[in-house]
């Protein structure tokens, strides 16, 4: 496979500076297991050059910008997508970015969304699994937003968090190499089992890490619309049906493990790169490339999951790119 820069990467973050002081005034120094790893807009830069990577979309990952306190969650996530913005307006072509709203505080999201879509330009929105009340994405309490993300096509990205009980689990593996991936299956599965997936069908998820466990689980899934008669009537398409409709990273998951079981939930036109760096180190970058281009896709898919699905989604990242897109 070619390394001219031609992938975009939907699964990659920032780690402001401020953002990481604010972390640190809170006494928080990692994230999912890991510590905050170093970031800048010259290192993501250098290591997409050095990967085939034209664009990277931006976001924010765990633990978001909500610790309690809904004044301090809106300037934190204002600050945060405006210092974003900026890093576009400077590398139009290399970067976008999803932005980051303060849930729970439904009324401050939905401000920061519109405002961020509107007024900086935002490719979408990234929306962590759950929260600390214990929420998770479904839940009817978030209507709102969802209304207003639906009434805009938005493009959700959904990244996964450490659940609340996750103290109460007496195992020391590190959150992102195993709970990650079910509170991402949790947020997903929710999604559909609500109803929201049917309310707001405009919205499209892309759901990280592959979805998680969400395509070695829909089967089960499925079993619920033949014993609940209320969850056909809110959800009548069935739950294979909803999740099928979303979007899923190849990020920490461009094995041959994860791609045969996603790839029996999805076709090629529902998988987009994602590399998730800085939180994994270049290295797993390049076994991201390298595990796709050692996959079954052919070469057309391969192109599809590289670049065109993610141009087809994201409508702003394709007029920045302008002719360079086709």
């Known amino acids: 496979m070619s390394n001219q820069p031609h992938r975009i990467d939907v699964h990659h973050h920032h780690i402001q500076d401020h ?24 290192l993501s830069l250098g290591v997409m050059d050095r ?6 979309v931006l976001s924010l990952s765990t633990p978001g910008t909500h610790f309690g306190d809904d ?3 809106r300037a934190l996530a204002r600050r945060c997508n405006e210092e974003s913005a900026e890093l576009v307006r400077t590398h139009p072509t290399r970067f976008g970015f999803f932005a980051t709203v303060p849930l ?22 990234v929306l962590l699994s759950s929260h600390s009340d214990g929420s998770y994405l479904g839940d009817p309490r978030f209507d709102d937003l969802l209304a207003e993300l639906d009434r805009r096509e938005t493009t959700v990205f959904v990244h996964p968090v450490e659940p609340i009980f996750n103290r109460d689990i007496h195992v020391s593996i590190p959150t992102f190499a195993m709970e990650f991936t079910f509170d991402t299956t949790r947020a997903a599965f929710n999604l559909a089992y609500t109803g929201a997936v049917e309310k707001f069908p405009r919205v ?10 969400v395509p070695y689980l829909v089967a089960r899934f499925d079993l619920l619309w033949f014993t609940d008669d209320d ?3 809110r959800a009548p398409q069935g739950g294979s049906a ?10 920490l998951s461009a094995n041959p493990h994860a791609l045969s079981s996603l790839s029996q939930l999805v076709g090629a036109d529902h998988v987009l ?17 390298d595990g796709l281009a050692a996959s079954a896709y052919s070469v057309d898919e391969l192109a599809a999951i590289e670049r065109t699905n993610a141009l087809q989604l994201l409508p702003t990242v394709t007029r920045r790119l302008g002719a360079g897109a086709a």
Do not use: Q
């Open 204 to 213: 499209k998820y892309i759901l990280s890490h592959a979805g998680g466990t």
């Open 51 to 56: 990967h085939g990577i034209a664009m990277s």
């Open 71 to 73: 004044a301090a969650a």
């Open 242 to 251: 909803y999740l099928k409709s979303m979007y899923f990273d190849t990020a």
């Open 19 to 42: 953002y990481r002081n604010a972390l640190r005034d809170m006494a928080i120094g990692e994230a999912g297991g890991r510590e905050l790893p170093r970031w800048s807009g010259e």
């Open 104 to 125: 729970p505080d439904v009324d401050g999201a939905t401000t920061e969304a519109v405002y961020a879509l509107d007024e900086l330009g935002a490719d979408g929105i």
């Open 273 to 289: 790169f994602g590399s998730d760096y800085p939180f994994a180190p270049e290295i797993v970058t390049g076994m991201t490339v």
């Open 231 to 233: 969850l056909a009537a």
